[in-house]
């Protein structure tokens, strides 16, 4: 036989050779067609940061280029010891079961193959039926329908992560290395993809919570911003120190949710004192109870590092290296930790704005220090203003004092030298008038004396003389003689009455004008209220057309008291003036009511005088007015005030008495009333006046 080869060998050995080069051009466009896949499932991976699309994404196009029935990505979940997973995303062909809603339970898998997939090994399983496994297991697969399958482990670092799972349920498979090394790939570009979005997760999850945390950070600034506005505003509106104080600790208090918040402030040798708080529930307070702090290092430092404008803040009183006794006396003050800002007046150290922490140690944030530090200048400055405008306050009080004062000093020099005009002009009367009066009544006793001797003459010539005369008989018929005998004698004693009447009234005017004692003289309270009565009498009988004011006096046993006489007189003037004016305004008030006047209201005036229990001399000067309301009451001896219609009162008379009475004499002008009952002015004045005691012009 021939060595060559024949032609249908040769035809043969080219089908071959085509078939091989037909089947290899199939694996390289197979392999082609995976890389291009490959390419665009990792494309699409690292382009996506939603695990849903990635899950979705990989399975899809897995099952497409590896053409199998079902391909599904299974996720252990964590904490189970990968006893317990479910399928996240799957592709499936139709007609096939999906594995979506099961929550997959197999302890069989933990034991057989957990420990494999973690070292990262692939498990490739033509036929089920053939491959050795547990019967647990192939129920398990049996389950979801899986003939073949391809199990690639998803491993995010170390961790497993879960399972790419690709399945062939319609018949066996033998899977090509390529399958293989594809899915693998596949696995690991998802495993990739799981860290880039884990990690870009925890990025976002940190730059949120940053964000979160600036946000909550910018929140708290702004919050405390708005509060502290809200405490200076506050603040400033105030002008009491003590609401400022209780203002400022009620809201420090709150905003840093401390335990307590004080005020302490400095005394002059820089010892200090807990002015205010605000103290929560369950903390014993500090204000009136703690003793006057002695703190050496304050005293002999006056003020320390607080002088300079520092603030001080300490977390935990037991690990800030104080001294055994300053911890002691923090511990006094239940203490554990404290926030300290200083409180300047102007460019001195008043005192110290405190927030204690109680229960626990803190740690005090910097804005919250300084959040009381702004609180500190605040209460500062509005103790600077507070002060400025007690000090206004006070020089207005004392301006509108001195206005009074003047007021009432020009008024009662007004009113003095009305009365010294007075004075003077009744003196002048009383002087002018006494001369003819005393030249009248030294005369009267001489006209008596010749009236009776011609009486007398005449009676005699009546009596001796018998022969009548027509002439004088006529004439004696025309005067009347007889009349002219018997009135004449009375009109003498009326001449002489009036004459003493006369002189009783100069006496009285110049009693009453004390133009010679303006000092301190010795009188008799009785004679210069009988002197004031005796001027008002005109008053008296004319006070209405059917009544006269009767006058009741119910005078005492009283010792002559020392007095200004004049001054003294003013006042009885202007009482029985004022109860004159009521009586009178009373009986218009009956009168147009239409009130019928009976006994008991007839005017009258009470004039009782008394030694009372404390050696006062009292006098009290009643009438039937119409008296005095409460208001009235209160404000009758207030200068320019008065009960009287307008033009027919000044509200003078009875300011000015209250200030003789009291300023001048140390005695006392009160009044008792009751509206519709009339009123009583009481006035108290001591048997000897001690000069020293009394206010003098």
Same mark, same amino acid.
């Given at each position: 036989?021939?060595?060559?080869?024949? @032609?249908?060998?040769?035809?043969?050995?080219?089908?071959?050779?085509?078939?091989?080069?037909?089947?290899?051009?199939?694996?390289?466009?197979?392999?082609?067609?995976?890389?291009?896949?490959?390419?665009?499932?990792?494309?699409?991976?690292?382009?996506?940061?939603?695990?849903?699309?990635?899950?979705?994404?990989?399975?899809?196009?897995?099952?497409?280029?590896?053409?199998?029935?079902?391909?599904?990505?299974?996720?252990?979940?964590?904490?189970?010891?990968?006893?317990?997973?479910?399928?996240?995303? =799957?592709?499936? *062909?139709?007609?096939?079961?999906?594995?979506?809603?099961?929550? *997959?339970?197999?302890? $069989?898998?933990?034991?057989?193959?957990?420990?494999?997939?973690?070292?990262?090994?692939?498990?490739?399983?033509?036929?089920?039926?053939?491959?050795?496994?547990?019967?647990?297991?192939?129920?398990?697969?049996?389950?979801?329908? +899986?003939?073949?399958?391809?199990?690639?482990?998803?491993?995010?670092?170390?961790?497993?992560?879960?399972?790419?799972?690709?399945?062939?349920?319609?018949?066996?498979?033998?899977?090509? @290395?390529?399958?293989?090394?594809?899915?693998?790939?596949? %696995?690991?570009?998802?495993?990739? %993809?799981?860290?880039?979005?884990?990690?870009?997760?925890?990025?976002?999850?940190?730059?949120?919570?940053?964000?979160?945390?600036?946000?909550?950070?910018?929140?708290?600034?702004?919050?405390?911003?708005?509060?502290? +506005?809200?405490?200076?505003?506050?603040?400033?509106?105030?002008?009491?120190?003590?609401?400022?104080?209780?203002?400022?600790?009620?809201?420090?208090?709150?905003?840093?949710?401390?335990?307590?918040?004080?005020?302490?402030?400095?005394?002059?040798?820089?010892?200090?004192?807990?002015?205010?708080?605000?103290?929560?529930?369950?903390?014993?307070?500090?204000?009136?109870?703690?003793?006057?702090?002695?703190?050496?290092?304050?005293?002999?430092?006056?003020?320390?590092?607080? !002088?300079?404008?520092?603030?001080?803040?300490? @977390?935990?009183?037991?690990?800030?290296?104080?001294?055994?006794?300053?911890?002691?006396?923090? =511990?006094?003050?239940?203490?554990?930790?404290?926030?300290? !800002?200083?409180?300047?007046?102007?460019? +001195?150290?008043?005192?110290?704005?405190?927030?204690?922490?109680?229960?626990?140690?803190?740690?005090?944030?910097?804005?919250?220090?300084?959040?009381?530090?702004? #609180?500190?200048?605040?209460?500062?400055? !509005?103790?600077?203003?507070?002060?400025? &405008?007690?000090?206004?306050?006070?020089?207005?009080?004392?301006?509108?004092?001195?206005?009074?004062?003047?007021?009432?000093?020009?008024?009662?020099?007004?009113?003095?030298?009305?009365?010294?005009?007075?004075?003077?002009?009744?003196?002048?009367?009383?002087? =002018?008038?006494?001369?003819?009066?005393?030249?009248?009544?030294?005369?009267?006793?001489?006209?008596?004396?010749?009236?009776?001797?011609?009486?007398?003459?005449?009676?005699?010539?009546?009596?001796?003389?018998?022969?009548?005369?027509?002439?004088?008989?006529?004439? %004696?018929?025309?005067?009347?003689?007889?009349?002219?005998?018997?009135?004449?004698?009375?009109?003498?004693?009326?001449?002489?009455?009036?004459?003493?009447?006369?002189?009783?009234?100069?006496?009285?005017?110049?009693?009453? /004008?004390?133009?010679?004692?303006?000092?301190?003289?010795?009188?008799?309270?009785?004679?210069?209220?009988?002197?004031?009565?005796?001027?008002?009498?005109?008053?008296?009988?004319? $006070?209405?057309?059917?009544?006269?004011?009767?006058? *009741?006096?119910?005078?005492?046993?009283?010792?002559?008291?020392?007095?200004? @006489? %004049?001054?003294?007189?003013?006042?009885?003037?202007?009482?029985?003036?004022?109860?004159?004016?009521?009586?009178?305004?009373?009986?218009?008030?009956?009168?147009?009511?239409?009130?019928?006047?009976?006994?008991?209201?007839?005017?009258? #005036?009470?004039?009782?005088?008394?030694?009372?229990?404390?050696?006062?001399?009292?006098?009290?000067?009643?009438?039937?007015?119409?008296?005095?309301?409460?208001?009235?009451?209160?404000? #009758?001896?207030?200068?320019?005030?008065?009960?009287?219609?307008?033009?027919?009162?000044?509200?003078?008379?009875?300011?000015?008495?209250?200030?003789?009475?009291?300023?001048?004499? $140390?005695?006392?002008?009160? &009044?008792? /009333?009751?509206?519709?009952?009339?009123?009583?002015?009481?006035?108290?004045?001591?048997?000897?006046?001690?000069?020293?005691?009394?206010?003098?012009?």
């Amino acid at each position: 036989m021939s060595d060559l080869p024949t @032609p249908n060998g040769q035809f043969t050995a080219l089908q071959q050779t085509a078939q091989q080069l037909t089947t290899h051009a199939e694996k390289i466009c197979q392999q082609i067609e995976q890389q291009k896949t490959l390419i665009s499932i990792t494309d699409q991976i690292r382009s996506s940061l939603n695990l849903e699309l990635i899950f979705q994404t990989t399975a899809t196009e897995a099952r497409r280029l590896l053409n199998a029935d079902r391909v599904g990505v299974f996720r252990f979940i964590p904490g189970t010891g990968c006893k317990e997973g479910e399928f996240v995303s =799957e592709d499936v *062909v139709s007609g096939f079961a999906s594995a979506m809603a099961v929550k *997959v339970q197999d302890g $069989c898998f933990g034991s057989q193959f957990a420990t494999h997939y973690r070292q990262g090994q692939i498990q490739a399983v033509e036929d089920i039926y053939q491959a050795d496994l547990s019967d647990c297991h192939l129920e398990f697969l049996k389950k979801f329908q +899986v003939r073949a399958n391809l199990i690639v482990p998803v491993l995010k670092g170390s961790e497993l992560w879960g399972l790419l799972c690709i399945h062939q349920c319609q018949n066996p498979r033998q899977w090509q @290395p390529s399958d293989i090394e594809f899915a693998r790939k596949i %696995a690991d570009h998802f495993a990739l %993809a799981l860290q880039q979005t884990e990690y870009l997760e925890q990025i976002r999850s940190q730059m949120l919570a940053q964000a979160q945390v600036q946000a909550a950070a910018q929140e708290k600034a702004l919050s405390r911003q708005k509060a502290l +506005v809200k405490i200076v505003s506050k603040i400033r509106q105030l002008l009491d120190l003590s609401e400022i104080c209780e203002t400022a600790t009620e809201e420090v208090r709150h905003l840093l949710a401390a335990d307590r918040a004080t005020i302490y402030r400095f005394n002059t040798d820089w010892s200090g004192d807990f002015l205010f708080e605000s103290v929560a529930d369950g903390w014993k307070p500090l204000v009136g109870v703690s003793p006057t702090i002695e703190d050496t290092y304050l005293m002999e430092t006056q003020g320390g590092r607080y !002088a300079a404008h520092e603030t001080f803040a300490i @977390p935990d009183i037991y690990t800030a290296g104080h001294a055994d006794c300053h911890v002691a006396l923090l =511990e006094q003050f239940q203490a554990r930790a404290y926030a300290i !800002a200083p409180i300047f007046q102007g460019n +001195v150290l008043w005192g110290l704005l405190t927030a204690f922490q109680n229960s626990m140690p803190r740690n005090w944030d910097a804005d919250e220090v300084e959040l009381l530090t702004q #609180i500190g200048e605040q209460i500062g400055i !509005a103790l600077q203003q507070a002060e400025y &405008v007690q000090k206004i306050q006070t020089q207005s009080v004392e301006l509108k004092q001195l206005l009074q004062e003047l007021q009432q000093s020009q008024i009662q020099l007004i009113q003095n030298e009305k009365m010294a005009s007075l004075g003077q002009l009744v003196a002048g009367v009383a002087h =002018e008038i006494n001369n003819p009066v005393n030249f009248i009544y030294g005369n009267l006793k001489h006209v008596h004396e010749y009236v009776t001797d011609l009486l007398k003459l005449v009676s005699l010539h009546q009596q001796h003389n018998t022969q009548s005369h027509d002439e004088i008989e006529s004439w %004696a018929e025309e005067i009347d003689i007889d009349f002219i005998l018997e009135d004449l004698p009375k009109t003498l004693s009326s001449m002489k009455l009036g004459a003493d009447r006369i002189r009783q009234i100069v006496l009285s005017l110049r009693n009453f /004008s004390r133009l010679d004692e303006s000092e301190l003289k010795t009188v008799d309270v009785h004679e210069g209220i009988d002197s004031t009565l005796l001027i008002l009498g005109h008053r008296l009988k004319n $006070c209405s057309d059917r009544y006269q004011v009767e006058v *009741v006096k119910e005078y005492g046993e009283l010792p002559l008291i020392e007095c200004y @006489p %004049a001054q003294l007189n003013q006042v009885f003037m202007n009482l029985l003036a004022n109860a004159l004016d009521a009586i009178e305004e009373a009986i218009s008030l009956r009168k147009e009511d239409n009130v019928p006047q009976d006994n008991s209201q007839s005017p009258k #005036i009470w004039i009782s005088t008394k030694l009372n229990e404390r050696d006062q001399v009292e006098i009290r000067i009643r009438d039937t007015g119409m008296g005095l309301d409460e208001a009235s009451k209160s404000k #009758i001896f207030e200068h320019f005030f008065t009960t009287k219609p307008v033009g027919k009162g000044t509200g003078l008379g009875l300011a000015i008495s209250k200030k003789i009475i009291v300023e001048k004499h $140390c005695g006392t002008l009160a &009044v008792d /009333s009751v509206s519709g009952q009339g009123a009583e002015f009481i006035i108290g004045l001591p048997v000897k006046l001690n000069c020293e005691t009394c206010i003098q012009d």
